[in-house]
Antibody, heavy 118, light 107 residues
């Protein structure tokens, strides 16, 4: 079954760190670039970060540059998002997504909620 | 950063009616635009890519058109399952950006 399953969300204090994971299955993980997209409560979608299929190339939205790091473990077919120095404005559901035709998103996980409390 | 402006914010229609959703880009994005549907509590679903190509399994009533800065998603005859929020997204420039969404609600 082709799917993405996120985990690692929760409530964290402002300034602390959290690592999200996304387990991929049912497709050749090493063949796809992967992204994180987030959605603040009641708001729209915001692209956060991308990593190339082999992990050699990464890009981030300015709002998280220097604080978030995207990575992947191909042997574990898992995508990660290390989030440091968290802020209240990082509160959102974080979705793991798969690249389709550079650079749309054709497969989404169910999301994991990150709540940053002050 | 390319800004995508969607209009209207809310569209109130009845089943069987035609829905016309607009997405305008702050600069030309050629045809590098996708449309997504999101229902409450669910992840978005890719409907249309490169302005006019339907994704796998998407019904023919979803029609994408446009180029340059102006794009349209038309739902030719609304069915009960089509009431949702729709987002456009561009892949022309980094960062990838989304529009603010159009909610299609039952009148």
């Amino acid at each position: 079954q082709v799917q993405l399953v996120e985990s690692g969300g929760g409530v964290v204090q402002s300034g602390r760190s959290l690592r999200l994971s996304c387990a991929a299955s049912g497709f050749t993980f090493s063949g796809y670039g992967m992204h994180w997209v987030r959605q603040a409560p009641g708001k729209g979608l915001e692209w956060v970060a991308v990593i190339s299929n082999d992990g050699s190339s990464k890009n981030y939205v300015d709002a998280v540059k220097g604080r978030f790091t995207i990575s992947r473990d191909i042997s574990k077919t898992t995508l990660y998002l290390q989030m440091n120095s968290l802020r209240a404005e990082d509160t959102a559901v974080y979705y793991c997504t798969r690249t389709f035709t550079d650079w749309y998103f054709d497969l989404w996980g169910r999301g994991t909620l990150v709540t940053v409390s002050s | 950063e390319i800004v995508l402006t969607q209009s209207p914010a809310t569209l109130s229609l009845s089943p069987g009616e035609r829905a016309t959703l607009s997405c305008r880009a702050s600069q030309s994005i050629i045809n590098y635009l996708a449309w997504y549907q999101q229902k409450p509590g669910q992840a978005p679903r890719l409907l249309i890519y490169d302005a006019s190509n339907r994704a796998t399994g998407i019904p023919a009533r979803f029609i994408g058109s446009g180029s340059g800065t102006d794009f349209t998603l038309t739902i030719s005859s609304l069915e009960a399952e089509d009431f949702a929020v729709y987002y456009c997204q561009q892949r022309s420039n980094w960062p990838l950006t989304f529009g603010g969404g159009t909610k299609v609600e039952i009148k």
